[in-house]
């Protein structure tokens, strides 16, 4: 089974946030933007258009008002998600690392093995990690990418690697300039976080684990 390493920037990390979702329009500097990422902008939309995705999926599931009720806060959560996914490709582009789509296929692929067939894979991701099922592939692109990243830098399953590892994303998140809408919180370059929004975000260095094992936090 294609194996690689996996860290807590997983896609369990950003689910859950600490506000309430917000729609109002951006801040005075960059009115209708939730955030600008390197000079391109997060468009209040879209975030809106992802949470949306989210909530059709989960509205069709069972025990969807439970999930409903579980992601109450799912806005701010998103964003943290679109931020992560800018960082993890600045940082893999900075080292020089790429992904094939044959690797992406063989990764989607051992999830989809390990949680039962690609319905259980859609439904996990939606039950336990606040993901829609066309939202999957960029989760699965995202942790290649960081799998591959620490590779490369030989950052081990140590706290040394991990450190390592960190400093890597906290370079790569200053050099994209990050700028949140006040309204969602302030992001942190050191701390790696969104306002008052703390998940396991980079923690530690795990080896892969079914999907199906990932815990969520609750609102």
Not at 115 to 127: I, K, N, P, S, V
Not at 157 to 162: F, L, R
Request: charge should be positive; aromatic fraction near 4%; charged fraction near 20%.
């Amino acid at each position: 089974m294609h194996r690689r390493r996996r860290t807590a920037i997983s896609v369990s990390a950003v689910l859950l946030a600490a506000a309430p979702l917000l729609t109002a329009c951006g801040s005075e500097a960059h009115p209708g933007a939730a955030a600008v990422i390197g000079g391109q902008r997060v468009e209040v939309s879209t975030l809106q258009a992802q949470v949306a995705d989210v909530r059709a999926a989960q509205a069709k599931a069972p025990q969807g008002q439970q999930m409903i009720a579980d992601t109450g806060q799912l806005g701010r959560a998103k964003l943290f998600d679109l931020i992560v996914d800018k960082v993890v490709k600045k940082a893999a582009a900075d080292a020089g690392v790429t992904v094939t789509r044959k690797e992406l296929q063989q990764a989607q692929a051992a999830y989809a093995q390990q949680a039962g067939g690609e319905q259980a894979l859609a439904a996990t991701f939606l039950q336990q990690r606040g993901v829609a099922p066309d939202q999957v592939g960029g989760v699965v692109e995202r942790e290649v990418l960081i799998g591959k990243l620490a590779e490369s830098i030989g950052a081990a399953n140590t706290p040394d690697g991990q450190q390592k590892l960190n400093a890597v994303f906290t370079a790569a998140a200053k050099s994209l300039d990050i700028d949140v809408n006040p309204r969602y919180g302030t992001w942190d370059n050191k701390k790696l976080v969104l306002g008052d929004y703390r998940a396991p975000w980079i923690t530690q260095l795990t080896k892969p684990a079914p999907p199906a094992e990932a815990t969520v936090p609750t609102a």
